[in-house]
């Protein structure tokens, strides 16, 4: 990695040297997909799939390339299996209409757990509100893993669909995905993994992991927002409805019936997100230069600093301290209110992120206003680290 690779970090706030410790929210971009998109945009842009023309052609080549890609990148078996979307959120939405249109029905249940983001709780809640259906909640253990033995319990006869983070957004844990995901098909129930806070931070093959559905943003992985993935296995793609309808996602269309696309366009109604697909496939080999494995790492290393350095300073509670993390570290100061500590640490030209992180059920469970955590990515230092901790004791002292 070359230190300019990402220009937006050359630049100080309020006087300081900017420390950008909120890569949980969004990551920055590298030089190369700020390139990349505008070169989209000023030699290639054009609309895909629908053109006989040279531009139409190439744009919809590099929108396909970038399937590939993200298919390659998550060791999907095809690129059919891969679903442009608009982010996480949008991914979540759309699965939890098509399969519930198809598969969940009065009194069915479906199975989240305490720690996940909004994303993952409030389609599901939406959609067993649709359907009388009922949502279940795993449990978590005092050190704010999950409870497995509970969750084991919480299998009936009536049990459709698990749907859980791979690693949380707020305590950076990495949850125990295979005995998750193996105890379920032993049920024969799918799984959908929300990997928006994994894909970034660790390698990810779904076949390995044996899922049957995985969600991610392009903008947690040095990609353009306004994108995201649902990958399916094609045999529980090629079963669901659509979620959409428009253009793009059908065969024939007429007053008296209408025909739908193969996959993974029957998902994709309306004009994709091509030049975002294209700024994605250039972050994803940006990650894949470095080495994926080395990116981990190398990041696991930060992250043991950063809570080393955390846990040295009097009155800091690290949440779920000394668990495998992956990311994000959540923490609090006695009697110091998030918010201001944030709001000090700003000043001090450190970004990080205070409250509730879209993980309120999580949240009022710590019994906290919210807490603050402080994200890692790959360009992040010991320098960075060490920056945020002078600044943190400012912080404490002049608040205290
Ligand atoms: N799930 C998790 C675990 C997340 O961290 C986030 C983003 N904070 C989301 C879902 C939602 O992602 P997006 O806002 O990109 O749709």
Known sequence: MNENDFPILLQQVHGRRLVYLDNAATTQKPQQVLDAIQEAYTTWNANVHRGVHHLSQL???????????????????????????????????????????????????????????????????????????????????????????????????????????????????????????????????????????????????????????????????????????????????????????????????????TTYNALPYKFEAGTPNFIGSYGLQVALHYVEQLGREQVADYELQMMTYLEQQLAQIQGITIYAAGQPKAGAISFNVANLHPFDVGTLLDQQGVAIRTGHHCAEPLIDYLQVPGTIRASVALYTTKEDIDTLITALKKSISMLS
Request: charge should be negative; proline fraction near 5%.
């Open 59 to 257: 744009a919809t080549q590099h929108h396909e390339q970038a399937r590939q890609a993200v298919a390659d990148f998550i060791g999907a078996k095809s690129a059919g299996e891969i679903i442009f979307t608009k982010g996480t959120t949008d991914s979540i939405n759309m699965l939890a209409f098509s399969f519930g249109e198809q598969f969940i029905h009065e009194g069915d249940e479906i199975i989240v757990s305490y720690l996940e983001h909004h994303s993952n709780i409030v389609p599901w809640q939406m959609l067993c509100n649709r359907k009388k259906a009922v949502l279940k909640v795993i449990p978590l253990r005092a050190d704010l893993s999950l409870e497995i033995e509970q969750y084991k319990c919480l299998f009936t006869d009536k049990t459709r669909l698990v749907s859980v983070a791979h690693v949380s957004n707020v305590l950076g844990i990495i949850n125990p995905l295979q005995d998750i995901i193996s105890f379920a098909h032993e049920h024969h129930v799918p799984v959908c993994v929300d990997g928006a806070q994994s894909v970034p931070h660790i390698p990810v093959n779904v076949c390995a992991l044996d899922c049957d559905f995985f969600v991610f943003s392009a903008h947690k992985i040095y990609g353009p927002t306004g994108l995201g993935v649902l990958y399916g296995k094609q045999e529980w793609l090629e079963q669901l409805p659509p979620a959409q309808g428009g253009g793009e996602m059908i065969n024939h269309v007429s007053f008296s019936a």
